[in-house]
């Protein structure tokens, strides 16, 4: 479980998180909604410690995560598994060393033993023999899964995943909101997955916090989220011709 | 200008640390031994072969009376070969090659969130990516140099024997004349200045890429720029420390 308590973010005069205070459940998919520039980034990179907040508190389990030293920290990141929107495979590697890195670093397993871990990561995401190929040679949904491949090959408590579906075609966006959502539940993991596409909210949306010009706006689940009364949410979620038509 | 020299002692303290895992660092080092070193071995030769032989011309037709021995051509190329052009001018060289990509390689993985995902990960992302350049730097830089000695100082010889500016005899002579061991002392340590400064400013420089494409351009540009001011700089300031 993740608790974020009265979080304020300014860059200069510009305020772009005010008095955000969320908890995310373990083992659920907790979505963080809202458009481009709503602060869904921002919020991700203070909870995973990218940035600082001005004021306000992490908390991992009940411990403390703003405002500490990176040596102390390194203990909680250690349990982080991060995707990135564009992936941030390392291009100096291929699939195998990408997903085999967290391993070399923080493990002690033998060679044998790691490489067993990175085949059974790369299975759990559809990528079998997957292994010598280098990031250039991957299509964008196989970037994403290689890097939920890396991210959760060291069994991390937390997942944070910005925007997942960004540029993909909705076929392999749906694949990877149910493989997201999958091994949520498998590992009991606590999810955090930033996102403007409603049909992921619909598809894994366990819990969703909506964010509108960097305040907490409304919080429920995909069940309530076409019912809600809110204006500003209800444009976000009816903004397009299909859903309109739809509704 | 205070502010960025702050961050960068803020950066190499965050670099120069020993790293958590010695057989990843060792990893890194022999890729860096490749990518920095190996791969500069052709320019710094062709170079140093042709400067050699220009300096000997050089020196020939400026020096060009009976009273001076013929041997001083040799003499001469010597002194300039190890005291200024080896260690000084393949060091900018090298600047140009390495300071460009140091920064590119590593304001690429700043702009593409890979810098990121390491500090996410617990990883101190300065020490994993700079120290291993910065002593692939400190440890192959220095035998480019020695081997740039060598070579500039066999171009001296080859346009000596080709153009039959002096007798190659005469050259040697002069080669083995005053030799001071104190000269490789100084160009070694010059080299070893210089060899930080390309590592660093470009890793620093590199660290601190903020946007896209446009950006990493620029810090490779700047790479180069700084790292050879700061060369010629240091150079000054290391020829008067030492030979005063």
Known sequence: MIKVNNIYKSFGDKEVLHDISVTFEQGKTNLVLGQSGSGKTILMRICTGLLEPNSGDVYFND?????????KRRDIRREMGVLFQGGALFDSMNVEENVMFPLNMFTRLSRGEKLDRVNFCLKRVNLENSNKLRTNELSGGMMKRVAIARAIANNPKYLFCDEPNSGLD??????????????????????????????????????INFLYKGQLWWKGDKNSILTTDNNELREFVFATELTRRLR | MLRKIGDYVILMWQALRRPPKF???????????YSLGVTSFLIVAILSVFVGAVAAILVAYNIDSPLIPDKMIGFVTRQMVIQEFSPTIICIILAGKLGSQIASEIGTMRVTQQIDALQVMGINAANYLIMPKIIACLLFIPVLIVFSI?????GGYVACDVLSIISTE???IGLRSWFDPWMLTFAMIKTLVFSFIIASVSSYIGYNVEGGSVEVGRASTNGVVYSSILIILFDLILTQMLLS
Do not use: C, W
């Open chain 1, 63 to 71: 411990r403390r995560f703003s405002n500490l030293p990176e040596s």
């Open chain 1, 170 to 207: 909705p076929k392999t966006s749906e694949l990877i909101d149910a493989l997201i959502s999958e091994i949520t539940e498998e590992y009991n993991i606590t999810t955090i997955i930033n996102t403007h596409d409603m049909n992921s909210v619909m598809k894994i949306g366990q819990h």
């Open chain 2, 150 to 154: 060598f070579l500039g100082i066999y």
């Open chain 2, 23 to 33: 057989s990843v660092f060792m990893r890194q080092l022999v890729r860096e031994f």
């Open chain 2, 170 to 172: 005469d050259y040697v």
